[in-house]
């Protein structure tokens, strides 16, 4: 079967003005696709595309655009062949800031999107029930969000996002804020359940190894005004174990791609975990 064009960037420019009137060219001519990928037997399996960049490179202004919180100032963005002209169901996002809803519950955090889509009562405890099961957060679905860790409340951004089984995921550095033990945790849960789901994820973060461990393809973005450098895929199977990163094949895979970065013009820092 043909994979299917999931997402896709057709000369994408983004400028803002700042408060003082300078003009500010955060993207500059981004085009880039995202495949819906099927095995050779035609099962639907997604794909994991990241887009890697220094910090300030506009990685997360691209999300932004696909997501339909914001619109470029010139070309174009489609999910499924039809523009995006602003949020939609098919799009769940997942951002570094924890955005639980403080006044609701555990289990009704991860309900809300499927309340807000009228599922029936039954079927929204059923999949609340296996979300929570799948995240790892049995026992806190009566819990209040200011209760749990940093981590936990990630686990529950994830649930809820997922509840509502949109076609795509996007995710703005979604674990920079967590400690690296705890890091390493979820991004392996975010993988197990990614591996059930076959949603496509596109996943913004400036660590070169949490990318390169994550993605089956990245994308390489410049410093600022961002544009696509590079489409690297990664020559890692899946399902993909901690252990790979200890590999000469991914070190090679850190050092190239740094090298990429350093020989690009302007300022900005990427990471390397530890």
């Known amino acids: 079967m043909a994979n299917k064009i999931k ?37 639907d399996v997604g794909e994991f595309r ?68 009228a599922t029936p009562a039954a079927e929204q405890q059923k999949v609340v029930a296996q979300l929570i099961q799948a995240v790892g957060l049995s026992g806190f679905e009566k819990a209040y969000p200011d209760s749990l860790s940093g981590g936990m409340q990630q686990r529950v951004a994830i649930a809820r996002t997922l509840a509502v089984r949109p076609e795509v995921i996007l995710m703005d550095e979604p674990f920079g ?47 600022r005004p961002g544009t696509i450098m590079e489409d690297i895929p990664v020559p890692f199977g899946r399902p993909r174990d901690p252990a790979v990163k200890q590999t000469k094949e991914f070190q090679e895979l850190v050092h190239y791609i740094l090298g990429s970065l350093r020989r690009a013009p302007g300022p900005g820092q990427v990471r390397v975990s530890i």
């Open 7 to 43: 997402i896709s960037l057709r000369h994408v420019s983004r400028v803002f003005l700042s408060p003082q009137g300078d003009r500010i060219e955060a993207l500059r001519d981004v085009n880039l696709e995202v495949e819906d990928v099927y095995s050779a037997q035609g099962r």
């Open 177 to 223: 804020a967590l400690d690296a033990q705890t890091r390493s945790e979820i991004q392996q849960l975010l993988l197990r359940i990614w591996e059930e789901t076959a949603s496509t994820i596109l996943f913004v973060t400036h660590d070169v190894e949490e990318a390169i461990y994550l993605a089956d393809r990245l994308f390489i973005v410049s410093p």
């Open 50 to 117: 990241v887009l890697l960049g220094p910090s300030g490179c506009g990685k997360s202004t691209i999300l932004r655009c696909v997501a339909g919180l914001d619109h470029p100032t010139s070309g174009e963005v489609l999910v499924n062949g039809k523009p995006v002209t602003g949020p939609g169901r098919d799009r769940g996002m997942v951002f570094q800031k924890y955005t639980s809803f403080p006044w609701l519950t555990v289990a009704d955090n991860i309900g809300y999107g499927l309340n807000l889509n």
